[in-house]
């Protein structure tokens, strides 16, 4: 539906030219009704700069208007047919016969499409009072079925306030933008980082000839003794890449392999094994493992080790089991460590598609991401150890108050 609503009186309380404070739950069931594609315009008397401070007022509160002071976007006192009559299907409006209703009565109008003939319409009639017994009587009543109305409106403001909105439960959303984006033409590949382990193996036409470039555990990097075992008797030893990023390979000594692919790697060796050798060796390098953390509002938190040369911030929640229902999914944090020792922590926007644009979108060596819970989570976290207690108080009230309306009538 297309609705206006008025913002003095209606939104605020009634300050004019000043800006009041917000009518309890107005600006959380305006949002409800914008989630639930309900077209708002903001419909005021308001002019020029005071204009303009309703429209932040409401924006800084994360409340956006389809249109302002106008029927639609692109509408202003030179279009053809121009009018200041409003083509809405409701104006909301403090001014309206009867006043305004509150917010949570608002909101049941508007969701389940009624009147307040339907809302009242179940209310019982005053009768003529006969005694000053008997309207004390109808009194009571009518107290109390407000009382249950009450109820109903505070259980509804509840549901809007802790329900998490459908929209912000979504992953990738807004995916058109990763077509609007140019992206580079070349596939992630992961670069060496400190502490790394690397699998290095050195090919020749003649075993023989290659035997010296393999360490083997239990012999030292210079110890060349029955090289013609190649690789068939003993367990080749990883190389742990160390805090300065170098690793110490047989002959060749130290070299520096931070920031290079393991196809940069290969071309590094393979250079300076040139000079030892008398055809082109075939080396391969590879990532053996590396580990990543995944904390917070996922079903399994814990470390995991990565056993490809890359994994994604989404292969990583998969493996956590993803996150919960109460898992903040436009704010997660991850930390990260670079080359130098130095520790950063970027907030990331799952529900937005161009993450897959991110430089974190591809998680390195040790990598910690951190899923924070909503805000609801926390106060059910808190309020937890009386929950019972409030529970078992709400049953008896709501008992008491049977028990009256039955007894009077």
């Given amino acids: 539906m297309l609705i206006a609503v008025d913002f003095d009186g209606t939104i605020v309380e009634h300050r004019y030219p000043d800006i009041g404070p917000e009518i309890p739950f107005a600006i959380d069931t305006l949002k409800r009704l914008r989630e639930e594609r309900h077209r708002l315009i903001l419909w005021t008397v308001r002019k020029g700069r005071l204009l303009d401070e309703a429209v932040r007022f409401c924006r800084e509160r994360g409340l956006e208007f389809y249109a302002v002071n106008s029927n639609y976007p692109e509408e202003n006192s030179r279009c053809e047919g121009y009018s200041r ?5 409701l104006f909301i409006d403090d001014r309206n016969l009867g006043g305004l209703p509150d917010w949570g009565v608002i909101y049941r109008m508007v969701h389940d499409g009624l009147t307040f003939e339907d809302l009242y319409a179940a209310s019982p009639r005053q009768e003529p009072a006969f005694s000053s017994g008997k309207q004390m009587k109808n009194n009571l009543i009518h107290r109390i079925m407000n009382l249950k109305k009450l109820f109903g409106v505070f259980a509804l403001l509840a549901l809007l306030t802790s329900c998490a909105s459908y929209r912000k439960a979504l992953y990738l959303r807004d995916d058109e933008v990763l077509e609007m984006v140019e992206q580079r033409g070349s596939l992630y590949e992961y670069r060496v980082m400190p502490k790394d382990e690397l699998t290095i193996t050195v090919s020749t036409s003649d075993p023989e000839v290659s035997a010296p470039f393999y360490r083997k555990i239990g012999q030292s990097k210079l110890q060349n003794n029955n090289m013609n075992q190649g690789m068939t008797n003993a367990k080749l030893l990883d190389y742990l890449v160390d805090n300065e990023g170098y690793i110490d390979f047989p002959i060749l000594g130290k070299l520096h392999v931070v920031g290079l692919t393991s196809r940069q790697c290969e071309d590094l060796i393979r250079q300076r094994l040139q000079p030892y050798l008398n055809e082109t060796p075939n080396v391969t390098v590879r990532i053996l493992s590396y580990t990543i953390s995944v904390l917070g509002e996922v079903n399994r938190p814990g470390t995991y080790t990565v056993t490809d040369e890359r994994i994604t911030i989404f292969e990583a929640l998969a493996q956590a089991g993803d996150m919960t229902l109460f898992a903040r999914r436009n704010d997660v944090e991850l930390l990260r460590e670079d080359s130098l020792g ?27 991401i951190y899923v924070k819970p909503t805000k609801a989570k926390v106060r059910s976290n808190t309020l937890s150890s009386n929950s019972s207690f409030w529970i078992s108080l709400t049953s008896l009230a709501a008992t008491i108050a049977s028990l009256v309306i039955i007894a009077l009538r």
């Fill in 342 to 368: 130095r520790r950063t922590v970027a907030h990331l926007d799952l529900t937005a598609a161009d993450i897959a644009l991110s430089p974190y979108y591809y998680l390195q060596q040790n990598d910690v």
């Fill in 85 to 89: 009559k409003l083509g809405v299907d």
